[in-house]
């Protein structure tokens, strides 16, 4: 892909994160994201949490299906809306922030089928995998 055109999806991607409200509301941050993936980062708050201290799964479930939403958009170069999506929690969010990792595996002229990576990092940099996910994305526009 021509590196305008990849400049302009990054453009056009950033100002719809931006435009989130209820990513805001979080503290999340978009980034990094290209042709065909997205990451979207969240420090870890108090309010992130549930009673044993964990990040709340839907905390968790909201960087997934976010960053498939972004990496299935940039896939078909533009605004995009999840379809469908399934979460597989495998460790506790633990840390000091959370990375989720999309990536767009299949595509077609309307939809993108995406997989995404949550990662708790630790206070020393310590990765650990604590969610798989994977969601089809549709184009929003006709």
Excluded: W
């Excluded at 995009?80 to 959370?98: D, M, Q, W």
Aim: proline residues 2%.
């Amino acid at each position: 892909m021509e590196k305008r055109v990849v400049d302009d999806l990054e453009a056009f991607a950033r100002r719809i994160f931006q435009s989130q409200p209820f990513s805001r509301h979080l503290g999340a941050e978009l980034s990094g994201c290209g042709a065909d993936h997205a990451e979207i980062t969240l420090r870890i708050a108090d309010h992130h949490k549930q009673q044993h201290g964990f990040v709340h799964g839907g905390v968790i479930s909201y960087l997934a299906d976010n960053a498939i939403t972004f990496a299935g958009g940039l896939a078909l170069g533009g605004d995009a809306l999840t379809s469908e999506f399934k979460i597989n929690y495998l460790r506790p969010g633990v840390g000091s922030h959370l990375i989720a990792r999309a990536h767009a595996r299949g595509k077609g002229k309307r939809q993108a089928v995406c997989l995404c990576e949550v990662i708790a990092v630790a206070d020393d940099g310590t990765e650990t995998l604590c969610a798989l996910a994977q969601g089809t994305v549709v184009s929003a526009t006709p």
